[in-house]
């Protein structure tokens, strides 16, 4: 005895898992697609955040300058600095060293994720 499987039984049946792919095609792109999306709008918001520090370390960087020319005067003029301008001095580098800490500390997260 032969079995036969009728025609349209292989037509629907290929139809079936056509419709199927499609459908599972459409979900993995819009997961993709929404993936693809979230990384971008973190990676965005990580380059704003670097700019920003830097920026504030530029920012330190300036007043650093400022002070160092400052007590350069007082020591061409054989004068003592204030001890005010002293202590500011050593709170810059201070705070510089920590934006620079935390900036490395992003990107190397960043280069993880």
């Known amino acids: 005895m032969k079995h036969r499987i009728p025609t349209w039984l292989v037509v629907a049946f290929g139809l079936a898992l056509n419709i199927l792919a499609a459908l599972m095609t459409n979900f993995v792109i ?4 929404e993936n693809a999306s979230d990384l971008a709008d973190a ?3 990580n380059t704003r955040l670097i700019q920003l520090s830097w920026q504030q370390i ?7 300058e ?3 020319t400052t007590l350069s005067i007082y020591d061409a003029q054989d004068e003592q600095p204030a001890t ?3 202590s500011a001095l050593t709170q810059l580098c201070a705070t510089r060293i920590m ?10 997260t960043l280069a993880k994720s």
């Open 43 to 45: 990676q965005s918001e």
């Open 66 to 68: 400022a002070i160092i």
């Open 58 to 64: 530029d920012g330190l960087e300036r007043r650093r």
């Open 99 to 108: 934006m620079i800490c935390l900036t490395r500390c992003l990107l190397i």
């Open 84 to 86: 005010a301008l002293s």
């Open 30 to 33: 819009d997961d993709l697609g």
